[in-house]
C-alpha cells in the first residue's frame, strides 16, 4: 500500500477531495505510542455514539523523544490523512485541537500554534494541549473540572478546577522517575532479573518470563536487547509479562506492582491537594478519569482498582470514570465546546 506523506494529500485536496457541505473539527492524541486524529462534525448533535468521519493513526508525536521535526511530520501526516478519508479539505475545518505529550510549557504550546497556522486557513480556531487534557476531556465530554491519571508508556495526573485552576504531577519522563508507568514498571523488571542473575538479588519468574517473551537465552542478552533500541514504548511492552508473573505469586514482581499503585496514587493525591478538588472537608466529589494500559484489569492483579481503592481513602468523594471514547474524541470535544457558541454563526458560513 502507497504512503502518502501530508504534503502529498494537501496537494491531491482539490484533485481528489471534493468540498463536502458541512465544517468539521479535528481533535489530535499524540503520545509516546502512537498519534490518533479523528474528524467529527462541528454541526454535531450529541448521540451515542458519537459521530465520528474519520480517524487516522501513525506513530509517536512527542518531541521529547522523536525531535520536534518529526514529531510535525508524524501530526501532519495523521491530521491530512483524517481529513482525506472524511473527504474534508483544510478549509472545511473549523477548529483543531492538538493535545500532545511532551508539551509542557506555554513555549511549547506557542510554538506549535504558530505550526499549525501556518498550515491551516485563518478562519481555523487553533488549541494546543498536553496529551493529559484530552485524556481527562474523554471522561467528562469535554468539561475541563477533576482529575485524570494515565498510565501508559509513561503517566501524568493532570487536574483541572471549574475557575481554571490546574496542576500537575509526575509525567517527567523516566529519567526522572515516572516509575507507575509501562516503562517504569518493565524496566524494574529487567533491573530485578540483572540483579538476580549477579546474585544481588533474590530469584524471580521474570528471569524466565521475560527471557521467553523476547526470545532470548540468557540475562547476558538483556544488555544488548536494551540498549540496541532503548524506545520507551518497546520497554513497555514488557508490561503483560510482569502482571502474569505477579499473578502466578511472583514474590519481586507483586512488590514492584505494589510499588507503582503507590507511585500513580500519591501522583493523584498530590494534584487533588494543590487543586483542593474535594473541598475544605475532603469529601466533595470529583470524577477521577483513569486512561491507559497499566489501569486496566487483568486476571488478579488490577492496578487501575488498587489507585482508586488508596485514593478513596484519603479523598472519598473520587469516584472513577473509565471512558468510552478515545482521547483524540477528548480533543475534539475540547475544540468543539469552545466553538459551539459560534457554530451558528460565522463558522457555519465557513462550510
Given at each position: ?59 509517536c508525536s512527542n ?115 515516572d516509575w507507575g ?100 472537608d475532603g469529601k ?68
Open positions: 500500500m502507497q504512503r502518502y506523506t501530508a504534503r502529498d494529500i494537501w496537494e491531491m485536496e482539490d484533485r481528489h477531495s471534493p468540498r463536502m457541505g458541512c465544517s468539521v473539527v479535528l481533535g489530535v492524541d499524540g503520545g509516546a505510542s502512537n498519534t490518533v486524529c479523528v474528524c467529527i462534525p462541528a454541526a454535531m448533535p450529541f448521540a451515542d455514539p458519537l459521530p465520528v468521519l474519520a480517524r487516522a493513526v501513525a506513530g518531541q521529547n523523544s522523536v525531535g520536534e521535526d518529526k514529531a510535525r511530520e508524524t501530526l501532519e501526516r495523521v491530521m491530512a490523512q483524517a481529513l482525506h478519508k472524511a473527504r474534508r479539505r483544510r478549509s472545511n475545518v473549523c477548529a483543531v485541537c492538538l493535545a500532545v505529550a511532551g508539551v509542557n510549557h506555554p513555549i511549547d504550546q506557542h510554538r506549535m500554534l504558530d505550526w499549525l497556522r501556518e498550515i491551516f486557513p485563518s478562519h481555523v480556531k487553533l488549541f494546543v494541549e498536553n496529551d493529559a487534557v484530552a485524556a481527562l476531556a474523554s471522561g467528562t465530554m469535554g468539561k475541563l473540572h477533576g482529575c485524570v491519571l494515565i498510565a501508559g508508556t509513561g503517566t501524568i495526573a493532570y487536574g483541572f478546577t471549574t475557575d481554571g485552576r490546574e496542576a500537575r504531577a509526575a509525567g517527567a519522563g523516566p529519567v526522572l522517575g508507568s509501562g516503562y517504569g514498571i518493565s524496566a524494574q523488571a529487567l533491573t530485578a532479573v540483572v540483579r538476580a542473575y549477579d546474585g544481588r538479588g533474590p530469584e524471580t519468574l521474570l528471569t524466565n518470563n521475560i527471557l521467553d517473551f523476547l526470545g532470548l537465552a540468557s540475562p547476558d542478552e538483556l544488555i544488548g536487547w536494551t540498549y540496541e533500541d532503548q524506545s520507551w514504548a518497546r520497554i513497555a511492552d514488557i508490561l503483560p509479562v510482569v502482571v502474569e508473573s505477579a499473578e502466578a505469586g511472583d514474590e519481586v514482581a507483586n512488590k514492584i506492582l505494589h510499588n507503582s499503585v503507590g507511585e500513580l496514587a500519591s501522583s493523584v493525591k498530590a494534584v487533588v491537594q494543590r487543586l483542593a478538588l474535594s473541598g475544605e466533595d466529589l470529583f470524577p477521577l478519569v483513569m486512561v491507559g494500559k497499566v489501569l486496566e484489569a487483568n486476571k488478579r492483579w488490577d492496578i487501575g482498582k488498587e489507585v482508586i481503592n488508596c485514593v478513596t481513602k484519603t479523598y472519598p468523594g473520587a469516584y472513577p470514570i473509565h471512558p468510552e471514547v478515545e482521547p483524540a474524541v477528548g480533543a475534539a470535544l475540547l475544540a468543539w465546546n469552545a466553538i459551539a457558541s459560534e457554530l451558528d454563526g460565522d463558522l457555519r458560513a465557513v462550510a
